[in-house]
């Protein structure tokens, strides 16, 4: 009886509630909070690495006893790719790199019919 009951994934299941509450506050704090913006991307990225340490150490059994080796020159490389894609993807939205071009067309049009309507008033 004691055997089935260690058996039960206790250890993976507090990972995924652990998670799972990481994921609603990140949304949370994306959605829900008046926090400026460069805090709500630093809260997102602090929760972001606590969550993948505990994928680390929950689920991809880091620590588990009787594995020879960690493979930590493939996570190392995962982190520098992941740094990567998260460094890009904060710089094209922080310096607004979209397709949208109409925006700034109608505001050049604008501009023009207010210089327009200045000229036909003298």
Not at 102 to 122: I, K, N, P, V
Request: aromatic share 10%; no cysteine; net charge negative.
């Amino acid at each position: 009886m004691e055997k089935q009951s260690s058996k039960f994934p206790v250890k993976h299941l507090i990972g995924f509630l652990i998670s799972i509450v990481l994921t609603i506050i990140a949304a949370w704090t994306a959605l829900g909070s008046d926090l400026p913006n460069h805090w709500i991307i630093a809260a997102i990225m602090a929760l972001a690495v606590i969550q993948a340490g505990i994928q680390l150490f929950m689920f991809m059994h880091i620590i588990e006893s009787g594995a020879t080796h960690a493979p930590w020159n493939m996570m190392f490389h995962a982190a520098v790719l992941a740094s990567i894609i998260v460094a890009g993807s904060l710089f094209t939205m922080s310096f607004g790199f979209t397709h949208d071009h109409d925006h700034d067309e109608g505001d050049h049009q604008h501009e023009q019919m207010e210089q327009h309507e200045d000229h036909g008033d003298h």
